[in-house]
Nanobody, 120 residues
Framework: QVQLVQSGGGLVQPGGSLRLSCVAS????????MAWYRQAPGKQRELVAD???????NYDDSVKDRFTISRDNDKNTVFLQMNSLKPEDTAVYYC??????????????WGHGAQVTVSS
């Protein structure tokens, strides 16, 4: 069993900041890429940012220079620091991790989602 537990999110004014965290636990042997996705009402889920085992990062153009993804491999945790937030960043944010379990099964696991609302 593997679980991804998210924390963070909430309501923030435009220009503000929020930090999301996601901890993976359970029958984990190795974690490959960790990522953040978001889904706004009426839209498809989209990739926000990802980070691989070597800390190489990738960002959607809409969040470059505003969001920072990072990971702590010792704690199986991925973070998303979101600065200069805009109303269009409003969405449910999900973490994702590509995990190889000790049972030699490789699978993508998802967090439960966290609402981020940017509004004055």
């Amino acid at each position: 069993q593997v679980q991804l537990v998210q924390s963070g999110g909430g309501l923030v004014q435009p220009g503000g900041s929020l930090r999301l965290s996601c901890v993976a636990s359970g029958n984990i042997f190795r974690i490959f890429t960790m990522a953040w996705y978001r889904q706004a009402p009426g839209k498809q889920r989209e990739l926000v940012a990802d980070v691989d085992e070597n800390d190489n990062t990738n960002y959607d153009d809409s969040v470059k220079d505003r969001f920072t993804i990072s990971r702590d491999n010792d704690k199986n945790t991925v973070f998303l620091q979101m600065n200069s937030l805009k109303p269009e960043d409003t969405a449910v944010y999900y973490c994702d991790a590509d995990i190889l379990t000790r049972s030699s099964r490789r699978h993508h696991y998802w967090g439960h989602g966290a609402q981020v609302t940017v509004s004055s």
